[in-house]
């Protein structure tokens, strides 16, 4: 009896063990995921009980919609306009930190500080600062006698206040990403490349960068994962309500999440429509991840 | 570069980390038309209680701040539960599909489930959970970041002789959880539990598309309606988002160290 007990326990205890999360993730994860294809092939509509098959109708419908090119146009140039200084003022941040310092955990608070702040007071705080008329920004600008710009009515100059929210928020979650790699890399190259006369900017290109590649990777794919989904920073950023929906009164700073929020969520619930939106980014962001792994790769046989 | 010059970079780069935050405060001590002054205001003024008064009586901001408590303690409690109950099983136990289970939760941890949440909103409705905090809570009681952050942890810092010494006592494997996995894995447990509050505090869009009432609403979403409206109305706005930001910035205060320590070990791993 003992026997079979114990080994009842020890072989039913893992499964029991995973079950919790196997079974959670699969019903509210994993199969809304899956689901999102099936759904996208239908005309399906929260207003109706009827689903008609409708093929690949949502997908040639969707890429017929100047809105939807608008808001990957959008996407893409938020993306590029916070991923790029994003990654390398975190690199240099990381380098700095990476160094014998006082005070050396006041200055990763810090650099944290902004991540623990949510989404949407990042984009409270910040609209105030990028408000037209009374803007802190546009005041400064002002009194160095260049003029105010009216951030949320252009596409580019919107885009840079959006942006600029990302940047802040991840750059110091990603230097410590950063730093934490970097110190795995031997102390002895900096030595000697000191004793070389190797400037600090030197190591860096020469030393670091190469050592940290697989995390420059690693944190690349995930903010490029983020920056496809934005959708806290365009809505609120144009105040909530019908014009944070659309991006704005000109569509201006609309992306791709709240196009799908849009078709899904608001107009007449759309939920075909919606869906396929919804793959179509997925697409994207497989793409983004392949593409990233393909650079990966080379870079590791070129080595 | 010399240490000077080292030292002064990074303190401008703490100012501009805590600028915002800090400008945040001086809106909120205003009086709104105070905002329009040229210059604008850069100290804190003496209109703080009456903007607080304000948040409260424009939005349920006490049950939106108690229904974020509620969601954020429940899902930490539970990722925090399961994760670890999970960790210690890919860690340290024999088991059939390990291997396959354990390549499942790694490779849906980058999977962007925000994609999902047309077929999650139907779900959730059918369950008839719509506008109710079931909806967002139980969605989020388990993720597969937890799961690999723990196991990740438990498999270098439980020792296999604790666990054999255990069962030679005749342990069955749920004594050996109790007593001996969860002492060991108190401090991933913190960092995890941290990173998932905090994660849980924060997110916006799955509330917002599936809390309609008031008295439902999470902070976030309540915050962003007072962001709403047609008049912009700042120093309403930043009351707010001060009030939500200040429970997190006084846990960061006290445990930011081991958050950062916890971040740091994740990424080298991962």
Do not use: C
């Given at each position: 009896m003992?026997?079979?007990?114990y080994?009842?326990?020890?072989?039913?205890?893992?499964?029991?063990?995973?079950?919790?999360?196997?079974?959670l993730f699969?019903?509210?994860?994993?199969?809304?995921?899956?689901?999102t294809?099936w759904?996208?092939l239908h005309?399906?509509?929260?207003?109706?009980?009827?689903?008609?098959?409708v093929?690949?109708?949502?997908?040639?419908e969707?890429?017929?919609?100047?809105?939807?090119w608008?808001?990957?146009?959008?996407t893409?140039s938020?993306?590029?306009?916070?991923?790029i200084?994003?990654?390398?003022?975190?690199?240099?941040?990381?380098?700095?930190?990476?160094?014998?310092?006082r005070?050396?955990?006041l200055?990763?608070l810090?650099?944290?500080l902004?991540?623990?702040t949510?989404?949407?007071?990042?984009?409270?705080i910040?609209?105030?600062?990028?408000?037209?008329?009374?803007?802190?920004i546009?005041?400064?600008?002002e009194s160095f006698?260049?003029g105010?710009?009216d951030?949320?009515?252009?596409?580019?100059?919107?885009?840079?206040?959006i942006?600029?929210?990302?940047?802040w928020?991840?750059t110091?979650?990603?230097a410590?990403i950063?730093?934490?790699?970097?110190?795995?890399?031997?102390?002895?190259l900096y030595?000697s490349?000191?004793?070389d006369g190797?400037?600090?900017?030197?190591?860096?290109?020469?030393?670091t960068?190469?050592?940290?590649r697989?995390?420059i990777?690693?944190?690349?794919?995930?903010?490029?994962i983020?920056?496809?989904?934005?959708f806290?920073?365009?809505q609120?950023f144009a105040g909530?309500g019908p014009?944070?929906?659309?991006?704005?009164p000109d569509?201006?700073?609309?992306t791709?999440?709240?196009?799908?929020?849009e078709?899904?969520?608001n107009?007449g619930f759309e939920?075909?429509?919606?869906s396929?939106t919804?793959?179509?980014?997925?697409?994207l962001?497989?793409?983004a991840?392949?593409v990233?792994y393909?650079i990966?790769?080379r870079?590791?046989?070129?080595? | 570069m010399?240490?000077?010059l080292?030292y002064?970079?990074?303190?401008?780069?703490l100012?501009?980390?805590?600028?915002p935050?800090?400008?945040?405060?001086v809106?909120?001590?205003?009086?709104?038309s105070?905002?329009s002054?040229?210059?604008p205001?850069?100290?804190?003024?003496?209109?703080?209680?009456e903007n607080?008064?304000?948040?409260f009586?424009t939005?349920?901001?006490?049950?939106a701040l108690l229904?974020s408590v509620?969601?954020?303690?429940?899902?930490?409690a539970s990722?925090?539960?399961?994760s670890?109950?999970?960790?210690f099983?890919?860690a340290?136990?024999?088991?059939?599909?390990r291997?396959?289970?354990l390549?499942t939760?790694?490779g849906t941890?980058?999977?962007?489930?925000?994609?999902?949440?047309?077929?999650?909103?139907?779900?959730?409705?059918?369950l008839?959970?719509?506008?109710?905090?079931?909806?967002?809570?139980v969605?989020?009681?388990?993720?597969?970041?937890?799961?690999?952050?723990m196991?990740?942890?438990?498999s270098e810092?439980?020792?296999?002789?604790?666990?054999?010494?255990?069962?030679i006592?005749?342990?069955?494997?749920?004594?050996?959880?109790?007593h001996?996995?969860?002492?060991v894995?108190?401090?991933?447990?913190?960092?995890?539990?941290?990173l998932?509050?905090?994660?849980?505090w924060n997110?916006?869009?799955?509330?917002?598309?599936?809390?309609?009432?008031?008295?439902?609403?999470?902070?976030q979403v309540?915050?962003?309606q007072?962001?709403?409206?047609?008049?912009q109305?700042?120093s309403?706005?930043?009351t707010g988002?001060?009030?939500?930001?200040l429970?997190l910035?006084?846990?960061?205060?006290?445990?930011?160290?081991?958050l950062?320590g916890?971040?740091?070990?994740?990424?080298?791993?991962?």
């Amino acid at each position: 009896m003992r026997t079979w007990l114990y080994k009842a326990d020890t072989q039913l205890s893992p499964y029991v063990y995973i079950s919790p999360f196997f079974i959670l993730f699969a019903v509210f994860g994993l199969f809304p995921l899956g689901y999102t294809a099936w759904v996208s092939l239908h005309d399906w509509s929260l207003l109706s009980d009827e689903h008609s098959f409708v093929g690949l109708g949502n997908y040639s419908e969707l890429l017929a919609d100047p809105y939807f090119w608008n808001a990957l146009r959008n996407t893409l140039s938020i993306l590029a306009l916070s991923t790029i200084p994003q990654l390398i003022l975190a690199l240099i941040l990381a380098h700095l930190v990476n160094r014998p310092l006082r005070a050396k955990t006041l200055w990763r608070l810090g650099m944290l500080l902004p991540n623990v702040t949510s989404v949407v007071a990042v984009v409270v705080i910040f609209s105030q600062l990028f408000g037209r008329d009374f803007g802190l920004i546009n005041w400064l600008l002002e009194s160095f006698g260049l003029g105010r710009i009216d951030w949320q009515a252009g596409v580019a100059s919107s885009h840079v206040a959006i942006a600029a929210m990302i940047t802040w928020r991840w750059t110091g979650y990603n230097a410590l990403i950063f730093l934490a790699a970097m110190q795995a890399v031997p102390k002895e190259l900096y030595e000697s490349a000191t004793l070389d006369g190797a400037t600090a900017g030197q190591q860096l290109r020469k030393i670091t960068i190469p050592s940290i590649r697989p995390t420059i990777i690693f944190v690349v794919i995930v903010s490029t994962i983020y920056g496809l989904q934005v959708f806290a920073e365009p809505q609120l950023f144009a105040g909530g309500g019908p014009n944070g929906i659309i991006g704005g009164p000109d569509r201006q700073f609309q992306t791709l999440t709240l196009y799908m929020y849009e078709h899904g969520f608001n107009r007449g619930f759309e939920f075909g429509y919606a869906s396929a939106t919804a793959w179509v980014m997925f697409g994207l962001i497989v793409l983004a991840a392949a593409v990233n792994y393909l650079i990966t790769r080379r870079i590791r046989s070129s080595r | 570069m010399t240490r000077r010059l080292v030292y002064l970079t990074l303190t401008g780069v703490l100012m501009l980390t805590a600028f915002p935050l800090y400008f945040s405060v001086v809106v909120a001590s205003q009086d709104n038309s105070a905002l329009s002054q040229v210059p604008p205001p850069v100290l804190p003024g003496a209109n703080l209680i009456e903007n607080i008064k304000r948040v409260f009586e424009t939005v349920p901001f006490d049950q939106a701040l108690l229904n974020s408590v509620i969601v954020s303690g429940v899902n930490t409690a539970s990722v925090v539960l399961f994760s670890t109950l999970a960790g210690f099983a890919f860690a340290k136990l024999k088991f059939k599909g390990r291997t396959a289970l354990l390549l499942t939760v790694v490779g849906t941890m980058m999977v962007p489930m925000q994609l999902g949440i047309i077929p999650l909103f139907m779900l959730v409705t059918k369950l008839e959970w719509h506008d109710t905090l079931l909806a967002v809570t139980v969605p989020a009681l388990v993720n597969a970041f937890g799961v690999f952050f723990m196991t990740q942890y438990l498999s270098e810092a439980l020792p296999t002789e604790l666990l054999e010494a255990g069962r030679i006592d005749g342990a069955a494997t749920h004594r050996l959880f109790w007593h001996v996995v969860l002492p060991v894995a108190r401090p991933a447990a913190a960092v995890l539990g941290m990173l998932t509050f905090l994660n849980v505090w924060n997110d916006y869009l799955w509330p917002l598309v599936v809390l309609a009432s008031p008295e439902n609403q999470t902070v976030q979403v309540a915050l962003s309606q007072l962001r709403a409206g047609y008049v912009q109305d700042y120093s309403l706005a930043l009351t707010g988002t001060m009030l939500a930001t200040l429970p997190l910035l006084l846990v960061f205060g006290l445990l930011g160290k081991q958050l950062i320590g916890g971040i740091m070990q994740g990424a080298v791993k991962g």
